[in-house]
């Protein structure tokens, strides 16, 4: 008999995070277990780990509700690794989350429900609850009410990455997530912001709906590392900035005239980022401009994959 047909492949990737699997592979058990009517399974990438990840993964599928296909992907990039997952996943929906998220579990059922009706390809984000109430609010979509991305909108944060669903026939329009992006990549961020941008300018309706969610347990307690997450994605949306600068279609030099403004607004005492996180417009702009400097100087040697 020919194999069944999948409903949902869920694509999860890792590095070096062995100790902290179990929590997220049991909330996606859970999840399985009650949506039992659909076919399901989970694509797991092993990002190049050189602790047991994959034996932690091995050991809960033996008794999974669910089945699971296990890739070993040696290069390192979130992009890369998700690339992977993409091309080895065999449902009709894909859907994205985190290591370090746990699935609601009415997820599979949400999912399957949102995109039951759809005629065409739709991509969808759902909420990012904060795992743990000592974690610094970051990283996180809590908004309760369902929004539709349009031209007026910045693609990052619309929707994130470890919440994020679409049906297999959108990569024929967008394709694979450029490599150069996301963390792992030489632009360290931004890979998820890439695809939902390319997908908007090909005609793809974006939608974020917090019916469907994950609660990220990220673990950022200190200022610091916040602040260089921050950076991090600063640096990002720069080479972002840079890739689509001369794109008629897109509008992100509108976005990056919007950061300019607002840090010349911080710079006279009008407009403050975060007093409460320590983060201001200027050094978002200064990690900005440095993206798209470093965009630009290695343009003639990363190319996406």
């Known amino acids: 008999m020919p194999p069944q047909p999948v409903d949902i492949s869920l694509i999860i990737s890792s590095r070096n995070r062995a100790y902290g699997l179990t929590n997220c592979l049991d909330a996606v058990s859970a999840a399985a277990r009650q949506a039992s009517y659909l076919r399901l399974e989970l694509v797991f990438v092993d990002n190049g780990s050189s602790d047991g990840t994959s034996d932690v993964v091995r050991q809960w599928a033996a008794n999974a509700p669910l089945k699971t296909n296990l890739i070993y992907e040696a290069t390192p990039g979130l992009a890369v690794a998700r690339n992977t997952g993409m091309k080895a996943a065999v449902g009709r929906i894909l859907a994205f989350t985190d290591d370090d998220c746990e699935l609601f579990p009415d997820y599979f059922s949400t999912v399957a429900a949102l995109f039951a009706g759809d005629t065409g390809p739709i991509m969808r984000g759902g909420r990012i609850e904060l795992g743990d109430a000592r974690d610094l609010p970051v990283t996180i979509k809590t908004e309760l009410e369902p929004a539709t991305l349009t031209s007026d909108l910045h693609a990052g944060g619309f929707i994130h990455g470890a919440n994020m669903a679409f049906p297999r026939t959108l990569i024929d329009?967008?394709?694979?997530?450029?490599?150069?992006?996301?963390?792992?990549?030489?632009?360290?961020?931004?890979?998820?912001?890439?695809y939902v941008h390319r997908a908007f300018n090909a005609g793809i309706r974006v939608e974020y709906l917090p019916d469907f969610a994950v609660k990220h347990f990220h673990g950022r307690r200190e200022l610091g590392d916040v602040k260089k997450l921050q950076s991090g994605y600063a640096f990002g949306n720069g080479a972002l900035y840079a890739k689509y600068l001369f794109d008629r279609?897109?509008?992100?030099?509108?976005?990056?005239?919007?950061d300019i403004r607002q840090a010349v607004l911080e710079a006279v005492g009008r407009r403050k980022l975060s007093d409460e996180l320590g983060l201001t417009y200027r050094s978002q702009l200064r990690d900005n401009l440095t993206g798209m400097l470093a965009y630009w100087r290695g343009q003639k040697t990363q190319r996406p994959a």
């Open 173 to 194: 329009k967008v394709g694979l997530f450029d490599t150069r992006f996301g963390a792992g990549s030489p632009f360290r961020s931004g890979e998820d912001t890439d």
């Open 249 to 258: 279609r897109s509008n992100m030099r509108g976005m990056l005239r919007w």
